[in-house]
């Protein structure tokens, strides 16, 4: 099964997306900011799909991408970001680094259903 | 004086004169004021709790002598200062207070026949500070949606936007994040009460905590506080406008968790917000108070709304592929 990863600082949104990921049958892990995300993608190649917010302490969503595009080499995750932010400028360098989709929270199940049925099922 | 014509503001009112009771109430009515009566013997332990008041109306003869309403006026100086005191005078010249003992309470007197200090009392000191209409709608709407959001089981209201000058706390649980922009900088801070929102919370069905009660609850403040944050920068800040040329300022904050206080370092007063979380099955309520501290920098000529339509806001929480 596809797994998913979820980057966000704040616990309720995780526990809010992993609670919806499990309910529609899907398999998850979390991390809390982007440094954390770093490790946990590298330790497990069965994440397909990451659900990252931008703003977080230690390493944001973008560096996060940007590093998992560049440093890591990492070309085939799916990388959704899911925040408050909707500033053009944010959404252009996201696509730039890599990002296949924006989410504008507060977080809607649907949206992420869709997101998993294009982007890796 | 604040052309936001929805913004209103508490102020104590320490007056006894039934005569005179239509009068300030009509001047109440008229400029947006909430007038609260109390009874003398009640006005420290009232401005102990959190009344998030505006200012004070005063009367020369509220108490029983014109010696104690002046021992009181300095006792509400030294424990309230940030609350600006204003005397009701039954003729300027009816009783002899001396210049300075009345500089050192009041800041300002007038007499029932003409409220003009009065009126420049409520512009110098309650609404100095021009917001625009369409930030204080805007708030409004991004902190209803953002609340209800998070609150799914509750049904969430507004009620009129206020002024305060108060410093007092409200609750026992409150987040902070900084706002900056071309136009404004300070903070935006939440407040509410610890064990009503958890009951709130744990009316939901089946919701389960992970983590001990405060921790969870302190995790769902701090995820409202960013949605409505980001809401608040996506909607009135332009992040290419004018970054690199902004105030790097600071000024400490100081919190004093024994008496409930905390300052921003500025005088100003601040532009406040209720919310109610009503659960109808039960009936049980909780409060959260929304103060917008502009104590760095508000310059609301510079203001412009980024999203305005309701369609913007209803598209949160699409996907958008690239």
Same mark, same amino acid.
């Given at each position: 099964?596809?797994?998913?990863?979820?980057?966000?600082?704040?616990?309720?949104?995780?526990?809010?997306?992993?609670?919806?990921?499990?309910?529609?049958?899907?398999?998850?892990?979390?991390?809390?900011?982007?440094?954390?995300?770093?490790?946990?993608?590298?330790?497990?190649?069965?994440?397909?799909?990451?659900?990252?917010?931008?703003?977080?302490?230690?390493?944001?969503?973008?560096?996060?991408?940007?590093?998992?595009?560049?440093?890591?080499?990492?070309?085939?995750?799916?990388?959704?970001?899911?925040?408050?932010?909707?500033?053009?400028?944010?959404? &252009?360098?996201?696509?730039?680094?890599?990002?296949?989709?924006?989410?504008?929270?507060?977080?809607?199940?649907?949206?992420?259903?869709?997101?998993?049925?294009?982007?890796?099922? | 004086?604040?052309?936001?014509?929805?913004?209103?503001?508490?102020?104590?009112?320490?007056?006894?004169?039934?005569?005179?009771?239509?009068?300030?109430?009509?001047?109440?009515?008229?400029?947006?004021?909430?007038?609260?009566?109390?009874?003398?013997?009640?006005?420290?332990?009232?401005?102990?709790?959190?009344? /998030?008041?505006?200012?004070?109306?005063?009367?020369?003869?509220?108490? &029983?002598?014109?010696?104690?309403?002046?021992?009181?006026?300095?006792?509400?100086?030294?424990?309230?200062?940030?609350?600006?005191?204003?005397?009701?005078?039954?003729?300027?010249?009816?009783?002899?207070?001396?210049? /300075?003992?009345?500089?050192?309470?009041?800041?300002?007197?007038?007499?029932?026949?003409?409220?003009?200090?009065?009126?420049?009392?409520?512009?110098?000191?309650?609404?100095?500070?021009?917001?625009?209409?369409?930030?204080?709608?805007?708030?409004?709407?991004?902190?209803?949606?953002?609340?209800?959001?998070?609150?799914?089981?509750?049904?969430?209201?507004?009620?009129?936007?206020?002024?305060?000058?108060?410093?007092?706390?409200?609750?026992?649980?409150?987040?902070?994040?900084?706002?900056?922009?071309?136009?404004?900088?300070?903070?935006?801070?939440?407040?509410?009460?610890?064990?009503?929102?958890?009951?709130?919370?744990?009316?939901?069905?089946?919701?389960?905590?992970?983590?001990?009660?405060?921790?969870?609850?302190?995790?769902?403040?701090?995820?409202?506080?960013?949605?409505?944050?980001?809401?608040?920068?996506?909607?009135?800040?332009? /992040?290419?406008?004018?970054?690199?040329?902004?105030?790097?300022?600071?000024?400490?904050?100081?919190?004093?968790?024994?008496?409930?206080?905390?300052?921003?370092?500025?005088?100003?007063?601040?532009?406040?917000?209720?919310?109610?979380?009503?659960?109808?099955?039960?009936?049980?309520?909780?409060?959260?108070?929304?103060?917008?501290?502009?104590?760095?920098?508000?310059?609301?000529?510079?203001?412009?709304?980024?999203?305005?339509?309701?369609?913007?806001?209803?598209?949160?929480?699409?996907?958008?592929?690239?």
């Amino acid at each position: 099964m596809a797994k998913i990863l979820i980057v966000d600082d704040s616990s309720t949104v995780r526990d809010q997306v992993g609670e919806f990921l499990t309910e529609n049958g899907l398999d998850y892990i979390s991390a809390i900011d982007g440094k954390d995300g770093l490790v946990k993608l590298q330790g497990d190649p069965g994440i397909k799909l990451i659900l990252s917010d931008v703003n977080m302490p230690n390493m944001d969503g973008l560096t996060m991408v940007e590093k998992i595009r560049n440093e890591l080499g990492n070309s085939t995750v799916n990388i959704i970001m899911l925040t408050t932010e909707s500033n053009p400028s944010m959404k &252009e360098r996201g696509k730039a680094a890599g990002v296949k989709g924006w989410i504008v929270k507060p977080f809607r199940g649907e949206s992420v259903l869709t997101a998993i049925k294009k982007l890796i099922e | 004086m604040s052309d936001n014509l929805d913004l209103v503001s508490k102020v104590l009112i320490l007056d006894n004169a039934v005569e005179y009771f239509d009068t300030i109430k009509q001047f109440c009515d008229e400029n947006g004021l909430i007038g609260l009566r109390i009874h003398s013997n009640n006005v420290l332990r009232t401005l102990n709790s959190y009344v /998030d008041l505006g200012g004070i109306f005063m009367a020369e003869d509220y108490a &029983e002598t014109l010696e104690k309403t002046l021992e009181l006026a300095a006792l509400i100086r030294k424990t309230r200062p940030e609350l600006p005191i204003i005397l009701r005078r039954k003729t300027d010249s009816s009783s002899e207070i001396q210049a /300075d003992n009345l500089a050192k309470c009041f800041v300002d007197s007038y007499t029932i026949d003409d409220l003009s200090p009065l009126r420049k009392f409520i512009d110098d000191y309650i609404f100095s500070i021009v917001y625009p209409n369409a930030l204080i709608r805007g708030i409004t709407e991004i902190s209803v949606q953002s609340l209800q959001s998070q609150f799914k089981a509750q049904t969430v209201t507004a009620n009129a936007p206020y002024i305060v000058r108060d410093r007092i706390i409200f609750g026992e649980v409150f987040s902070l994040i900084p706002l900056e922009s071309n136009w404004c900088r300070g903070y935006m801070m939440l407040q509410t009460e610890e064990s009503i929102l958890d009951s709130l919370v744990v009316s939901d069905v089946g919701l389960q905590y992970s983590q001990t009660p405060f921790r969870e609850l302190n995790n769902l403040l701090g995820e409202v506080t960013n949605l409505i944050w980001g809401a608040f920068k996506n909607r009135f800040i332009n /992040d290419d406008v004018d970054r690199a040329n902004r105030s790097v300022t600071q000024v400490p904050l100081v919190i004093n968790h024994q008496n409930k206080y905390i300052s921003f370092g500025s005088e100003n007063p601040q532009l406040c917000f209720k919310y109610t979380l009503l659960d109808e099955a039960t009936g049980l309520f909780c409060s959260i108070y929304q103060w917008f501290i502009f104590n760095l920098d508000f310059t609301p000529e510079l203001f412009e709304e980024i999203q305005t339509t309701v369609d913007d806001l209803i598209d949160s929480g699409e996907l958008e592929l690239f």
